[in-house]
């Protein structure tokens, strides 16, 4: 199994674009963790350890490893006023589609009861491709 770095490369070098030490830079701290960060808590964190970088940099970055497959990103839209659905996100076109469904619902009360937790609230994002780019 390839490490990230490697796997990153492959991508890159196949687009013929260069890993440079500020990717290298953004990538190691990006793993260095296993929590949810924004961009600008990235830059941030790489700025406060004198690197010079950026936030252009980071965006593309981050843009590219979630390309690659090994970064999820996380949209954000306002829910106040609005009914709960879920989305399908396209990983080629970033086309987001929304859908209810009664089943999926149902089956998480089941297993949160199964399991004596107490949800607040969910967010179910399926990554594919949507039918225009299969």
Known sequence: ???EEDRFKN?????KLKFTAERQAVLDRVFATHKHFEADELLVDLRHNDLKISKATIYRT???L???GLLREVHYEHV???EHHDHMVCNKCGKIIEFIDNRIEELQIEVCKKNKFQAEYHRLQIQGLCEDCC
């Not at 991508?11 to 687009?15: P, S």
């Open 1 to 3: 199994m390839l490490s």
């Open 11 to 15: 991508f890159l070098t196949a687009r």
């Open 62 to 64: 981050l843009s590219l």
């Open 66 to 68: 979630v390309k690659s």
């Open 80 to 82: 106040h006023g609005c």
